[in-house]
């Protein structure tokens, strides 16, 4: 028989990281193992305490079966204290969060949750694939802005044009950002509020990078809420990247109970929540800041080794203020892609072209002419890279 893929699978385009998993097979042919700074996922382990909490309470899920799909009460009561410990902010537990598996499976299905057919979500662009992914897969249309070092993560909001704005259902924000590493200010934040509120949009804002941070801590945009009331805000969090939980698979939305409650609606229908065990292990992971102060200790230690050698190069300082990523800007006249293919060829280092994180704001590609560097390959291996780089002959 034949088999085809669906429109909407077929309407995506081939694997991205292709061209570099090739050139990582040729390497690897060679004998050489190149150094990853593709995919921000840390080769560091998950903390000891963190695994020692899950295999401490695992027995005592012995005849749970299924997890509830909204997370254990231990778990969003876990999250609220740390959102009201950091944000100053007041969660209701019971009613204003449900737990994800992880943010990709909140962000990927919130489309669907609120967006109709031909409606919109405004997207930053570059910026993480699913939020576009879930709006395709919901049968909604991306409206992208361009999001770079000039504008530092706060887009363009006049310029999103009257039927946009009008046929929004969503407007993402992701702060600290990837992958230009900036942190929208309280200021934007609010403007942007206004800008939703004004047009009946949901704010989504996706905090995953909030505690990688090398300059003044980020706001959430739950702290644009009132009297315990988070109208039409929506945060988006995750163990992942702070505490070295991206196999866990453990986050949370909160915000508008409205919203939680339609999210939740859809969530029942496609998954069965994250493990209890899993969730134990977050909630020790959340009662403990120790962990998060060594990792961005360690993760500004990586962003000054490849950011100096990117300068011993000559090339324009993009050290970030946050996030896990630097966006570096290519040599003159070279495309992101061109110097990616440098970086793996004489350096061994592999990057992420912009081009490939970035979809056209009006005709323009705001991700051309760069490179991402995920700050995750082992210290020692960081070292490496910066030594390599630093060398490179341009
Ligand atoms: C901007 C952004 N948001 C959310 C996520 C999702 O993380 P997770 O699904 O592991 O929670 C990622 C992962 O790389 C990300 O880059």
Redesign the pocket.
Known sequence: MVIVPSKRVASIGAYAFAAVDEKVAELKEKGITPIDFGV?DYADPTPEFIRQACKDNIDRHATDGYPSYVGSLEFRTAAANWLKKRFGVSIDPKTQIASTI????G?FNFAEAVINPGEYAIVPSPG?PPYKRGTLFAEGKSHFVAVNHDNRCEYDLDSIPADVRQQARIMWI?TPN?PTGHVASMDWLKRAYEFCQANDIILAS?E??SELYFEDAPHSALELGEDNNYDGILQFH?L?KRSIM?GWRV?WVAGDKRIVDIFKKVKTNIDSGTPNFVQDAAVAALGDEKHVEDLRKLVKEKRDLICSALKKLGLPDCTPPASLYIWQKAPEGMSGEDFATLLIEKAHCVTTPGEWLSDEVKGDNPGAGHVRFAMVPSLEEVKQAAERIAALKL
Do not use: C, F
């Open positions: 921000g992880g943010s990709k499976e962000v993480y992701t990837s996706d995953a990078y995750s992942s991206t986050g």
